[in-house]
């Protein structure tokens, strides 16, 4: 992407198509930066996307989620297979920039011209990913990465928001963290389809991996919710009508226990247990693709993604104009009790429908939570 002038959008996807390191790493700082000259060349590119598998790898700070990222692409290098990492570190408070630098931890890979590695800052964004992580994601997918890596903040229980972007979801938990089921607990643990015990050679790993089935087990028998890889593709989708407390009472109790998700131990430090949980990713895509549960999620995943970009313009529009004084002044009336909530998202709704914004007239609706 040039410097000077407009940049052809034909161009830049024919760059980036073709793999060009350095026009992707360009098209990603704009998407990062919210430069309005590079949608033209995104709209381009969305037609070439959908082939990566993205897998997000999630879990609790001083898991060992950088490392054992960088095995998972050595183990996948090694199986021919390219790999696109996007690195989500915590922002700078003074630049706003990547404060812990991912890129540093896989210095290893950045001669490999099938491993392209990027960080990005989350810029103040809740629930572990950076605001341009999809489009990233979608840039890294359309030059023909076939493995896409996310790798969130690491911000505990909050960081649920990769379900909606990955196909697959590691969960990452550490022995050694005190309460260890409190880091696994509801919350983050329906997020994942394949959980990972990392640091195994430490005490207590075994402990982990037995409380993490029973919570899986209770969590099946209960709810319904569990058995991600079979039942419903995910438990942040709705359970099948079959995956009942009741259902599950007179079912083989191998077949049970083969419906929930795996548990899995690995030493990122020395590779040790990586090709197995890399098997397990694969085996999670193959049965996603086979059941259509991936293009069940999928869609599920970009209703969530249009939602929340509907609901930040129609908020950027509202409080650019003249009705961001209006939002203000209303507000300092809800906080005085001088207004009660409702009545103010009237009003507001009121001057989203003077101008002609498509949220207007839901009544009772917040804009500001129509991503939710």
């Known amino acids: 992407m ?9 161009g830049v996807v024919d760059l980036i198509r073709a ?21 033209a060349a995104l709209r381009l590119l969305h ?19 950088s490392t054992l990222v960088d095995k998972l692409v050595k183990t996948y290098r090694e199986r021919g297979l390219s790999v696109g990492v996007v690195a989500v570190d915590p922002s700078s408070p003074f630049t706003g920039g990547a404060v812990l630098g991912d890129r540093i931890r896989m210095q290893g890979r950045a001669l490999d011209e099938g491993v392209f590695i990027r960080s990005l800052a989350t810029r103040g964004s809740l629930g572990g990913l950076s605001k341009a992580c999809a489009e990233t994601v979608r840039i890294l997918d359309a030059a023909g990465y076939e493995r896409v890596i996310i790798e969130t903040v690491g911000v505990g229980q909050s960081e649920v928001d990769i379900v909606k972007l ?26 994942g389809d394949v959980f990972v015990v990392n640091k195994a050679d430490r005490d207590g790993a075994d402990r982990v991996v037995r409380e993490i089935r029973a919570m899986l087990e209770t969590a099946w028998v209960n709810t319904g919710a569990g058995g991600r890889l079979i039942a419903s593709g995910g438990a942040h989708h709705a359970a099948s009508p079959s995956n ?11 077949a049970f226990l083969a419906k929930l998700p795996p548990v899995l131990k690995t030493v990122a430090e020395t590779g040790e247990g990586v090709g197995a949980l890399v ?3 694969e085996a999670h895509r193959a049965k996603l693709v086979e059941s259509g549960l991936l293009e069940e999620r999928r869609k ?10 509907l609901a930040a313009r129609v908020l950027a529009r509202l409080e650019a104009g003249p009705a961001g004084a209006e939002l203000l002044r209303l507000a300092g009336e809800l906080a ?3 207004r009660d909530l409702y009545d103010a998202l009237e009003t507001l709704e009121g001057i989203l429908s003077a101008s002609g914004s498509p949220l207007a007239g839901r009544s009772g609706t917040n804009p500001g939570q129509a991503g939710d």
């Open 2 to 10: 040039g410097d000077r002038g407009a940049p052809d959008p034909e």
């Open 19 to 39: 793999g060009d390191a350095r026009t992707i790493a360009r098209a990603i700082t704009r998407a990062e930066s919210g430069d309005p000259g590079v949608e």
């Open 47 to 65: 037609r070439h996307t959908g082939k990566a598998h993205v897998v997000g790898v999630t879990g609790p700070p001083g898991s060992g989620k």
């Open 166 to 191: 990955a196909d697959s979801v590691l969960l990452v938990s550490v022995p050694g963290l005190g309460d260890d089921i409190q880091a696994i607990k509801a919350g983050v643990m329906e997020i």
């Open 244 to 254: 009942t407390a009741a259902g599950v009472a007179d079912e083989d109790p191998h």
């Open 279 to 281: 098997e397990a990713v």
């Open 300 to 309: 599920a995943n970009a209703a969530a993604e249009l939602k929340a970009a």
């Open 336 to 338: 005085t009790r001088e």
